[in-house]
């Protein structure tokens, strides 16, 4: 293992790129993230109607529909046909994320995520032990849970405790109750376990890997013959299990990564000093020439 794991994580990467060049994407992501909640409370707070609604359903400038698929499932699981609208505002939604990968949802638009995100800086800080790691699986069972409890109750279960909507709906109304299911999911991240809400328990998260399993935008470990075992991107990646199989992948195997798990966060990216890793497409399996000089000196 390389010595460079001593360091703290991303300061080879400030060091070789300077500060913007190792939070691009980063900051990026914290701006796509504002702008989208900026949207829909430009109407409550100031008054301009650009945009009507919330993440769950929403009509922009009066004529583009936009539904939450989750949502929508959820409707029509507990027994109430949706408008066509609905519809059409579902499969546009559903299009997107199946184009550009479906947990693209969790770390660009979902305004939890700043929120996880801190939790886990804290964690770090405190350098606190991983603590209870459910196996990742356990999202689709309360995805699969969610569902049924849904189609039992003839309600939308999920949004009755969803922080995400609690979050909004705080801050057009006031928090009240949903500070304390956000601070909540923080807590529950710093203390319990590392990246566990993200990570192991919010169905939200589950529903989306499933639509991008096939998507076309992917994260590619294309350089990965410069790997220099720093370690830095396991350590600021959210889901670090979908990056061994590209990154450590022998001569001949995809340097994709291709696991609908993978958040396209491209935090690897911003990491990574000697720049491994680059946003690309599924059909992308090209990788960097210094890779077949490593084989051949093998």
């Not at 390389?2 to 914290?30: D, F, N």
């Not at 699986?137 to 405790?161: D, F, K, Q």
Request: glycine share 10%; with cysteine.
């Amino acid at each position: 293992m390389s010595t460079k794991t001593k360091l703290p994580t991303g300061q080879e990467a400030v060091a070789a790129k300077g500060w913007l060049g190792a939070h691009k994407w980063l900051i990026l992501r914290r701006f796509s993230q504002s702008s989208f909640l900026f949207l829909f409370l430009m109407g409550p707070w100031l008054g301009i109607w650009w945009v009507t609604g919330t993440l769950a359903g929403s009509r922009t400038f009066g004529v583009l529909p936009l539904t939450d698929p989750f949502v929508l499932l959820q409707s029509m699981v507990a027994g109430h046909w949706p408008e066509l609208t609905a519809i059409i505002g579902a499969g546009i939604v559903l299009a997107v994320y199946a184009l550009v990968g479906g947990r693209v949802y969790c770390s660009w638009v979902c305004p939890i995520n700043p929120v996880t995100d801190a939790a886990h800086w804290l964690h770090d800080r405190l350098g606190l032990p991983k603590g209870w790691q459910p196996k990742r699986s356990t999202r689709l069972w309360i995805l699969g849970t969610v569902l049924v409890v849904t189609a039992l109750t003839g309600a939308i279960a999920w949004e009755v405790v969803n922080p995400i909507t609690m979050l909004h709906r705080g801050l057009v109304f006031g928090m009240g109750f949903a500070w304390a299911l956000v601070g909540a999911v923080f807590l529950f991240d710093v203390v319990v376990a590392r990246h566990g809400w993200c990570g192991h328990l919010c169905p939200v998260g589950a529903f989306y890997s499933l639509v991008g399993r096939k998507s076309l935008l992917r994260i590619s470990a294309s350089g990965r013959a410069a790997c220099d075992d720093c370690m830095d991107c396991f350590a600021v990646c959210p889901e670090n299990q979908v990056i061994s199989p590209a990154l450590r992948g022998k001569s001949g195997e995809t340097p994709l990564i291709l696991s609908p798990d993978c958040t396209n966060c491209g935090r690897c990216i911003d990491v990574c000093s000697v720049d491994v890793f680059a946003f690309t497409h599924r059909f992308d399996n090209h990788v960097k020439d210094t890779e077949l000089v490593a084989d051949k000196a093998a």
